[in-house]
């Protein structure tokens, strides 16, 4: 079974803050994710990836940066964070070839910036 | 720009029903549609990928539809049990996207009652 593993299940952190939120996907995928999620909005994506050290924007990239210099991890960095930031962090990762498209998701970080 | 909706937001039945969610979307030129299940606190789920050029797909009791031409899949539960209870999402990809570009809609919250 593919897993895609979240280094965190709840954090707290205060504002301002440099914050690293760290995934790890253990089936090669070349295509991996950050999506925020709040009630209201749905799942808004953050950054992806699809392939090592590429990245790019997705709607929300204000306010963070992400790194991908290994092929299985993937992580979002919040420079510096603030209250606004409060939500449900979710990685996902897929192949780019044969399936195209079908994600895996992580289990979620939920965090929290006071 | 693609738009997709998901109606209604809840939904709340008695075991043993037979169910059907619907998912909308407003550009027919997709490359896929997917549906997921999320537990409450938790990621998402995969349940089922429908190619553009698919009509269903069928995973036990699941039964996913498409018809592009409408705009309109449904994902259809059969002999709905208390475990089914959860939030069901669906997602497109358009053609000419990344999967960068999945696009989701914000879900419906199903409740089987025993």
């Known amino acids: ?114 | 720009k693609q738009e997709v909706t998901q109606i209604p937001a809840a939904l709340s039945v008695p075991e043993g029903e037979n169910l059907v969610l619907n998912c909308s979307f407003t550009d027919s030129a997709i490359y896929n549609l997917q549906w997921f299940r999320q537990d409450p606190g938790k990621g998402l789920t995969s349940l089922l990928l429908i190619q553009s050029s698919q009509r269903e797909q069928t995973s036990g009791r699941l039964n996913a539809s498409l018809d592009k031409s409408s705009g309109r899949s449904t994902l259809y539960i059969a002999a709905s049990q208390p475990g089914d209870s959860a939030t069901y999402l669906c997602a497109v990809i358009n053609y000419g996207g990344s999967q960068g570009n999945l696009i989701f809609g914000k879900g419906t919250k199903l409740s089987v009652k025993p």
């Not at chain 1, 079974?1 to 280094?7: E, F, G, H, P």
């Not at chain 1, 953050?46 to 050290?53: G, L, M, P, Q, T």
């Not at chain 1, 997705?58 to 979002?76: C, H």
Request: proline share 2%; aromatic share 12%; charged share 25%.
């Open chain 1, 1 to 114: 079974d593919v897993k895609v593993t979240q280094s965190s299940r709840y954090l707290v952190k205060r504002t301002g803050e440099k914050v690293f939120l760290e995934c790890v996907q253990d089936m090669d995928h070349e295509n991996m994710f950050w999506y925020r999620q709040d009630p209201g909005l749905g799942l808004r994506l953050i950054y992806f990836s699809y392939d090592v050290k590429m990245k790019e924007k997705g709607d929300i990239p204000e306010g963070y940066s992400v790194s991908r210099e290994k092929k299985e991890r993937f992580s979002l960095i919040l420079e510096s964070a603030s209250t606004n930031q409060t939500s449900m962090y979710l990685c996902a990762s897929s192949f780019s070839g044969q399936g195209v498209g079908k994600l895996f998701f992580g289990s979620g970080t939920q965090l929290s910036v006071l």
